[in-house]
């Protein structure tokens, strides 16, 4: 059987070929001469799959897709206070070469507008880089993110910087602010650079996957961020990532997203997948005009805008039964699935509601296949609390999904295999 996937993927570019309105970005002279016909469409998994249709592996410039993975970079090797202190996370509702900054400290509203990208370039390695070392950082760091080495497409960076007048009044403003303290030239050539870093579809969607996975990278395995700037990067790509279309995009589409006027597209979705798209035409915000339709499908059909309302918690307690006899016997309370706050608290409810009259509890684990940080401190702290009732409490656990289960104070666990090893340990 073939997979179904690419065979989606064939059919929704269909849907969208005909579409040729918009046009490539002029303003580069070399974007200007990109074939308009491209197409193609990429979904990444979280573990490294990847499925594509049409132009995937055609290389054409990031552009703007940099700057989310650029702030990344700059948060990893400067840590949130000094790169918040440069840049701030407001959407800014307007165009992305706006000169949008604060009026008193002269900050730029988000890192995904020019002068907030800008700004995080000159932030991404150590303060003591020259701009070739600063560019080499970057280069490097976009190369982890899609699991191979980029480079650099000369022709267009040139291009580009023989018309960046905009970008460089933008970086003259942040200088006079002292946003930049470096040789604005030196920086915008930087980020033009940046901007210049060739990568095709199925790169992006790497990218974008990596962000997807926590900051690891599917394929090569390498932590590239950790969690927090991941989330922090998530964020503002969801709020600022489209531009003045934000809003638009966070309702219609609500996936973590960032274009580039050579055409591309990304959007990450946590703990799923990562999905680029590529077609040259772009519409009035800059944004690809094939490439916002293909995502509007691919959240309408799939359902995976962010804000989608998950399953119930109520399914966590799959049963709650007495074990064995007499005195022996033991309150089973078997839970399921993932457990997150909500199931914990289900979990917290059904045990109080319970009042179990049985000397013996168990809390079953074998069909949980993940807890988190909270649910887990809320289960433990129920097996505390039940101890300190008088009861024996067990936690039914196989697989070790709970490693190491201290309740802490007054409270005691048996982590048993099953509830039989419970019932002999009891009849003994
Ligand atoms: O700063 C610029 O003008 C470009 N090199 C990048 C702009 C861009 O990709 C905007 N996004 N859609």
Redesign the pocket.
């Known amino acids: 059987m073939r997979s179904i996937i690419p065979d989606y993927l064939t059919e929704a570019l269909g849907a969208v070929a005909p579409d040729n309105s918009g046009e490539p970005?002029g303003?580069?002279p070399e974007l200007a001469a990109a074939d308009p016909e491209r197409l193609g469409a990429v979904f990444a998994t979280v573990d490294g799959r990847v499925y594509g249709a049409g132009d995937i592996d055609t290389e054409f410039t990031i552009?703007?897709?940099s700057k989310p993975f650029t702030y990344a970079l700059a948060l990893a090797d400067r840590g949130f206070g000094p790169v918040l202190a440069g840049v701030g996370v407001e959407p800014s509702g307007e165009a992305?070469?706006e000169i949008s900054l604060e009026s008193d400290t002269g900050r730029p509203l988000n890192p995904m507008i020019?002068a907030g990208?800008i700004t995080a370039h000159s932030l991404a390695g150590s303060a003591e880089l020259n701009p070739a070392e600063r560019v080499e950082r970057v280069v490097q760091g976009l190369s982890a993110f899609a699991g191979r080495r980029l480079k650099i497409d000369e022709a267009v960076c040139a291009s580009?910087m023989e018309h960046?007048h905009?970008?460089l009044a933008i970086a003259h403003m942040l200088r006079s602010h002292n946003i930049l303290t470096e040789d604005p030239r030196a920086v915008v050539d930087g980020?033009?650079r940046q901007?210049?870093v060739l990568v095709t579809a199925r790169d992006l969607a790497m990218m974008a996957a990596t962000l997807a996975n926590r900051g690891v990278n599917p394929l090569s395995g390498e932590q590239v961020i950790r969690e927090p700037v991941v989330r922090q990067v998530l964020s503002v790509m969801l709020t600022c990532g489209m531009?003045d279309a934000a809003g638009d995009w966070a309702t219609q589409v609500g996936i973590p997203a960032k274009?580039?006027?050579?055409g591309g597209l990304i959007g990450a979705l946590p703990g799923q997948i990562g999905i680029a798209t590529f077609s040259p035409r772009?519409d009035s915000?800059?944004?690809s005009v094939r490439g916002v339709s293909l995502f509007e499908r691919f959240s309408s059909d799939m359902g995976l805008h962010v804000m989608e309302v998950p399953a119930a918690a109520r399914a966590v307690v799959r049963s709650n039964h007495v074990a064995g006899h007499g005195s022996d016997a033991i309150r089973v309370i078997q839970l399921q699935g993932g457990i997150g706050f909500a199931g914990a608290e289900r979990v917290v409810r059904e045990t109080l509601d319970t009042a179990p009259p049985e000397a013996g509890v168990a809390l079953d684990l074998t069909m949980v296949y993940s807890i988190d940080d909270v649910a887990r401190r809320m289960l433990l702290e129920v097996a505390r609390r039940l101890t300190l009732d008088g009861h024996e409490v067990y936690l039914v656990d196989p697989e070790s999904i709970m490693p190491d289960p201290d309740p802490g104070d007054g409270g005691r666990v048996t982590v048993i295999g099953d509830v039989e090893q419970a019932l002999n340990s009891r009849a003994r």
């Open positions: 970005a303003y580069i552009q703007s897709i992305f070469n020019n990208a580009e960046a905009r970008n980020y033009t901007c210049s531009y274009s580039g006027v050579a772009l915000h800059g944004n």
